[in-house]
């Protein structure tokens, strides 16, 4: 069976879906055209990838799209479509917009997981413009943990570290929203979901927390 990337464009009008074969061609796409709203994000991105599915399993049907790979024969279902897609590709320019406009903005604490590295010349933020920063800035904390490009541990997630580091960040900024990065986490992200946890149990309310391994 053929394999599917899903890519979807979240726009200020409306959600874009298309459904590509892995060698790039595009079969299918779709919109979702009501208004994108704040609170209606997840419900028309669903939309959008269940109409682009369903023109596609039409599509196939009355062969008017040709898939590599497959034998003509078999129907296509949008079980299929979903059990063979490989990726989703996700685009956002809200997230650009509030960047620009520097409106409805949270603070941020980053829980850098490196080790013996990147402890001192590049701490999370750096590069961020300064106005920019000044609204998210909700510090940060180098702690031992991370990998190397092979796998091997840079060292052991340290949890006194993490919740001292969390602590201190909740009462030096208020910070209420943590992510926790660790060096090659795309990898292994193990260290990434035990030190996420710790997070969420060293405050005493429900932390937001967003692994970094989840976006790239």
């Not at 009008?13 to 209606?40: F, Q, S, W, Y």
């Not at 609204?135 to 919740?163: H, M, P, R, W």
């Not at 580091?165 to 992510?179: A, I, P």
Request: net charge negative; with cysteine; charged share 20%.
């Amino acid at each position: 069976m053929a394999k599917f990337v899903i890519g979807i464009h979240i726009g200020n009008n409306g959600t874009t879906c298309a459904v590509i074969l892995k060698e790039g061609k595009v079969v299918a796409e779709a919109k979702h055209h009501d208004p994108t709203m704040r609170d209606g994000l997840f419900g028309g991105v669903r939309n959008a990838i269940e109409n682009a599915v369903d023109d596609l399993v039409a599509a196939k049907s009355t062969q008017s799209v040709t898939i590599s790979g497959d034998d003509g024969c078999s129907p296509l279902t949008r079980k299929d479509v979903i059990a063979d897609t490989i990726r989703i590709n996700i685009s956002l320019c809200l997230f650009v917009n509030a960047l620009q406009q520097q409106k409805d903005l949270c603070t941020v604490g980053v829980i850098r997981l490196c080790g013996c590295t990147s402890q001192a010349d590049l701490p999370p933020f750096v590069d961020f413009p300064y106005q920019v920063k000044q609204k998210i800035y909700g510090g940060y904390g180098l702690v031992d943990g991370g990998f190397e490009c092979t796998k091997v541990e840079i060292s052991a997630v340290n949890k006194d570290q993490i919740t001292q580091k969390v602590e201190e960040l909740w009462k030096d900024f208020g910070t209420r929203n943590f992510v926790v990065c660790g060096v090659y986490s795309p990898l292994d992200h193990s260290q990434e979901c035990m030190a996420s946890s710790l997070v969420k149990k060293a405050v005493p309310f429900e932390a937001s927390v967003t692994e970094s391994y989840h976006v790239s």
